[in-house]
């Protein structure tokens, strides 16, 4: 498929060619687990689906293609995707990470890794030198999430991949771009290494799958790579690859939307009188505003806002909502509410970056704007 079509086009067609067997629009669930050969070890590229697998494969192809990298793995969830990344060091290597990360990536850090050998450290990557200072001589990537979870705050990509350099022995940079998606930011244009998904929330788009990714611009990382998702075998089913594969063709449709929905809930949420304070990348009050707009299409779907009266309060709204439903995850096509402390960030317990516990968090999705506006004005009154 030709680099220079268009991302709407290429969400649509990269990877996905008409089936040559059938002349299937659709690509085909290859429930297959091996394939015949024709002599010992001459095959038509596909082996054993661990290694390979014609749907994931068209999967792998359209994301490499949607993120304007190399080469695209996909993995069984988002969490199986930034463990075969971690992979790629060894023991006594150290990574240095934004501190406001997902809990589940702290949480493999801290709890998993730790135990063999690598050292974490992490700050507020919203500042590009001071998160620089702490790079060490053993530092051998850098883990960045913009926009941050659960307070969206932006890190200017492109500032720490340029001051980072461009030696070979630099540590690699890492966006986990899951929230943001590659139709508003493509970290590997900004400079960075690798770009790591969790594919169930935005690419999936429907909450009816669990998936990840990684994106390479290099072939020593695509080798690397190929050969840990092997190794290690987090894969996919065909079946998860073919639902991933149709949530993505109309990913820029759904992030349009799930903008244009946020931005009206964050005007609402300004003018309440019972709300303190509003997180949203494009909002008039977010402090790094003009940076989110220079580093992404839109503000995406994601909208977090702390009521006055702190975390009873909070409960309550999470409680009440009736059109945005009380669970977590986020990306998809109907709007979820939570309260982040209690719920996805529990297991940043005790690490010195807890979230406010009165902190709401609102995943804005599809339905019509005005139904959801009284949702929350019901849910606020
Ligand atoms: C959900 C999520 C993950 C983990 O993905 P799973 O598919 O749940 O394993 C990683 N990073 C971010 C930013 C996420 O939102």
Redesign the pocket.
Known sequence: MKQSLRFETLAIHAGQEPDPATGAVMTPIYQTSTYKQSAVGEHRGFEYSRTGNPTRKALEDALAALEAGQAGFAF???????DAVIHLLRPGDHILAVSD??G??YRIFEQVYRQYGLEFDYAKGTDPDELLEKVRPNTRMIWL?SPT?PLLRIVDIKTIADEVGSERSRPWIVV?N??ATPYLQQPLQLGADIV??????YLGGHSDV???AVVVKNDELAGRLAFLQNAIGAVPGPMDCFLVLRGIKTLPVRMDRHARNAERIVQFLLEHPTVDSVFYPFSDQHPQRALAMQQMRNGGGMVSFIPKGGEEVARKIAEQTKIFTLAE???GVESLIEIPARM?HVSTAGSGFEVDPALVRLSVGLESELDLLEDLKQALG
């Open positions: 069984a969830s988002g969490m199986a995707a930034s990360l997902y589940g990536t999430e979870n986990d899951t929230f790591v998904h969790s594919t169930t929330k669990l998936g990840g995850s986020l990306g996805t």
